[in-house]
């Protein structure tokens, strides 16, 4: 199983970004998806996730209205569309796949992607 998450950079306050969660070697449609972040010192804490159908998705509060999570399962890919980006979002971004419909926590994902560098300048 291979998650290969693409899209992460530097961008100022307010910018905007899209990451990728490029998916092989699992079913796709049969796993819940989700994103975590960490920051350097902290741990890392939930973003966003989606059910494996697309219609159902949950989000970390401090994201709430300014990230959008979503999936193609036909291109066995995952998304997150990140607007109104702070400097708090700066962490390295993670894509994850979970057995479970999804979950809040990274015990509830059974493949994690690479990791995609976030900065957010002010």
């Known amino acids: 199983v291979q998650l290969q998450a693409s899209g992460g950079g530097l961008v100022q306050a307010g910018g905007s970004l899209r990451l990728s969660c490029a998916a092989s070697?699992?079913?796709?449609?049969?796993?819940?998806m989700g994103w975590f972040r960490q920051a350097p010192g902290k741990e890392r804490e939930f973003v966003a996730a989606?059910?494996?159908?697309?219609?159902?998705?949950y989000y970390a509060d401090s994201v709430k209205g300014r990230f959008t999570i979503s999936r193609d399962n036909a291109k066995n890919t995952l998304y997150l569309q990140m607007n109104s980006l702070k400097p708090e979002d700066t962490a390295v971004y993670y894509c994850?796949?979970?057995?479970?419909?999804?979950?809040?926590?990274?015990?509830?994902?059974?493949?994690w992607g690479q990791g995609t560098q976030v900065t957010v300048s002010s």
């Open positions: 989606i059910n494996r159908s697309g219609d159902g998705t």
């Open positions: 994850a796949a979970s057995s479970k419909p999804w979950g809040r926590t990274s015990y509830e994902y059974d493949y």
């Open positions: 070697g699992l079913t796709f449609s049969r796993y819940g």
